[in-house]
């Protein structure tokens, strides 16, 4: 398994942007589908974007399909998620994962990190 840390989450009005962050451990991240999944106060967990392995191929929930960016830099074992046009229903912990396939599932990953908060104000 690969180790995941997630960074950049934070307090932002409505309509402002984010950029997160993802650092992998290991010199294996090339190798690993990247995805960020998100959880609300009281909701499950729930897809959100992912990418393949050369970062070719991506895939958007569509409450956030045009607004949020998935992006991977496998030289910097990282991979971004840019959120613009942000709405408060995005608040939420925002949670980046790797796995074998860039699916949209939970089952489809299985390396999470620990989450990063985002909250946006109306």
């Given at each position: 398994q690969v180790q995941l840390v997630e960074s950049g989450g934070g307090l932002v009005q409505a309509g402002g942007s984010l950029r997160l962050s993802c650092?992998?451990?290991?010199?294996?991240f090339g190798t690993y589908a990247m995805g960020?999944?998100?959880?609300?106060?009281?909701?499950?967990?729930?897809?959100?974007t992912s990418i393949s392995r050369t970062g070719v191929n991506t895939y958007y929930a569509?409450?956030?399909?045009?607004?949020?960016?998935?992006?991977?830099?496998?030289?910097?074992n990282t991979v971004y998620l840019q959120m613009n046009r942000l709405k408060p229903e995005d608040t939420a912990v925002y949670y980046c994962a790797a796995g074998m396939i860039s699916g949209t599932g939970l089952a489809d990953f299985d390396s999470?990190?620990?989450?990063?908060q985002v909250t946006v104000s109306s």
């Open positions: 650092a992998a451990s290991g010199r294996t960020w999944f998100r959880q609300a106060p009281g909701k499950e967990r729930e897809f959100v569509d409450s956030v399909k045009g607004r949020f960016t998935i992006s991977r830099d496998n030289a910097k999470w990190g620990q989450g990063t």
